[in-house]
């Protein structure tokens, strides 16, 4: 679904595009601490400005992030 809602987790303000990767968490988990994601996110945090790795959330998980921030307002 491309026109589905993510919601992004604080990242400083300076994106300027992103790829989106969908998986469960425990995939998610997974690829961020394998040997190849830390390579290559080192790789490119050394030639490209502002780059980082930001959480998101869609569907029921975005729902209860939501719930989470207005739990604490």
Do not use: C
């Not at 930001?54 to 604490?72: H, K, L, P, T």
Request: proline residues 1%; hydrophobic residues 45%; aromatic residues 8%.
């Amino acid at each position: 679904m491309w026109n589905e809602p993510i919601l992004l987790g604080a990242h400083g303000g300076d994106l300027n595009g992103f790829i989106l990767i969908k998986a469960d968490e425990a995939k998610l988990d997974t690829v961020q601490h394998s040997e190849k994601f830390l390579e290559l996110i080192t790789k490119v945090g050394l030639n490209v400005d502002g780059f980082g790795v930001i959480r998101g959330w869609a569907g029921e998980s975005m729902m209860n992030q939501v719930q989470r921030y207005a739990n604490a307002l």
